[in-house]
């Protein structure tokens, strides 16, 4: 098999786990993060994994949510591990096939800095890669991803190509991911989808890098503010 040529150890990779379990407990979705993970990490990249019920991010859309009565609020931190990262996967179980309301929260508190702008006047997460794992013993895998990778390129995020992968058992109880006999670690639609999920962030946040992110012309709010419609009809000068 052929080594690709392209370097993508000048990258980094944040996994955010929204698991409902608290370390040191065991987490079917870290099983599955691992897959991944692993595979960005032979290629050099640094990979960094957060576990989010373990740390204490408050509730709400505003990006420090210590100015709105919250007497502690971890997410400033996270933040900053967000934009330092070329590649974000967000990965949860599904619940009442839904995504978890730990995933909601990150989803929401993303939002909240999603008016934070960049050097180049566009939106924060401009020039990002984005993506999902999806992990439970029920049905709504899809569902939640649909969810997920929506609200991630609603942010700014750019999704490549097959940018979810999941594994759910049979309806009703049963094993989960690294259960024994749950047949997960070896399903090779699960792990083919996780593969193929993963180089193609890479591949992605490599180009965006290389061209410095996503061109910015026609989509930068500090200059739509200051007047500048990129060529649109002015509706006031119809």
């Not at 370097?7 to 987490?27: F, G, I, M, Q």
């Not at 692993?38 to 576990?51: A, D, I, K, P, S």
């Not at 700014?156 to 594994?167: K, N």
Request: hydrophobic share 35%; charged share 20%; with cysteine.
């Amino acid at each position: 098999m052929t080594v690709p040529a392209t370097s993508y150890a000048d990258l980094r990779a944040l996994v955010v786990n929204c698991t409902l379990k608290r370390s040191p407990e065991r987490s079917h979705t870290q099983g599955l993060i691992d897959l991944s993970r692993t595979t960005m990490e032979r290629q050099g990249v640094q990979v960094e994994v957060l576990r989010a019920v373990d740390l204490d991010i408050a509730t709400g859309v505003w990006p420090d949510m210590t100015e709105h009565g919250w007497e502690s609020d971890a997410w400033p931190g996270v933040y900053e591990k967000v934009m330092a990262a070329d590649i974000l996967t967000l990965a949860g179980p599904v619940w009442l096939g839904d995504n978890s309301s730990v995933m909601k929260q990150v989803i929401e508190r993303l939002y909240a800095c999603s008016s934070l702008l960049n050097e180049h006047g566009q939106y924060a997460y401009y020039g990002r890669v984005g993506g999902c794992l999806i992990t439970g013993n029920e049905d709504g895998a899809k569902h939640c991803a649909m969810n997920v990778l929506y609200s991630l390129q609603h942010l700014g995020y750019t999704i490549p190509p097959q940018a979810d992968a999941g594994w759910v058992g049979e309806a009703g109880p049963g094993p989960s991911y690294l259960d024994e006999g749950s047949g997960g670690p070896q399903n090779d639609f699960t792990n083919r989808n996780t593969t193929f999920m993963t180089w193609n962030q890479l591949h992605l946040a490599r180009i965006l890098k290389d061209a410095g992110g996503i061109p910015a012309h026609g989509n930068q709010r500090s200059e739509w503010d200051a007047g500048c419609r990129f060529d649109s009809d002015n509706p006031e000068h119809r």
